[in-house]
C-alpha cells in the first residue's frame, strides 16, 4: 500500500532568509519561472513587528525541488543569501 505523501510544509526546506522584500520577490520570481513551488514565511511577524525589518522572512520549497532551486537561484548571482545547506527543516 503506497503512503500518501504528507501536506503542507512538512517537506519543505529553507532556500534563503533575507529581510529584502525585493531580493525575496524576484527570487520566487525566478523560481516560479522554473517551475519551482515555493512559500514565502514569516510574513506576518513583519507585520506584528511593525515592518521594520527586524525579522527576516525565510524562502522554502520542498525537499524534492531543493537541488533545482539551489542551483536556479546560484546562477542567477543569490550565493551569498542561501541557507547553508537546505538540511533544517523549515
Known sequence: MDVPKPVGLVNMRELLRSNDAVLLSFAESLLRQAGIA???????????????????????????????????LTEAGFNSWLADNGDTPA
Do not use: N, T, W, Y
Open 38 to 72: 515555493s512559500v514565502l514565511a514569516d510574513q506576518h511577524i513583519s507585520v506584528q513587528e511593525g515592518s521594520i525589518g527586524a525579522f527576516p522572512r525565510r524562502l522554502l520549497v520542498g525537499v524534492e525541488d531543493l537541488g533545482q532551486a539551489r542551483k536556479v
